[in-house]
């Protein structure tokens, strides 16, 4: 496992490519590339290489910050959340 982290995060555009995945519309999709990033921050030099996808991410999708995509989705999640349990009252 430890070795298939080296070698993406040894290719030039790999991280990136994981990141720019947050922008699709599959749910299930995002979760696995937050995931895939989660574990390369635990490589050494994994933890720069991931920052520098996500400053990479937010010119691919134009976000004003680096992280914007996360504060909505979890705005998202609050809101469907507060729906789910007001449907099942």
């Not at 990141?19 to 590339?33: F, G, M």
């Not at 290489?49 to 990479?56: C, E, G, I, P, Y």
């Not at 705005?75 to 449907?87: N, P, Q």
Request: proline fraction near 2%; glycine fraction near 6%.
């Amino acid at each position: 496992m430890q070795e298939g982290r080296s070698h993406v995060i040894a290719h030039p555009s790999g991280v990136n490519i994981i990141a720019q995945s947050l922008s699709a519309d599959n749910s299930r999709t995002k979760v696995a590339a937050l995931e895939l990033l989660g574990a390369m921050c635990i490589v050494p030099g994994g933890h720069r290489r991931v920052l520098q996808a996500m400053l990479h991410f937010q010119q691919y999708v134009g976000e004003r910050t680096r992280f914007q995509v996360f504060a909505i989705c979890s705005l998202i999640f609050t809101v469907c959340s507060l729906r789910h349990r007001a449907a099942e009252e």
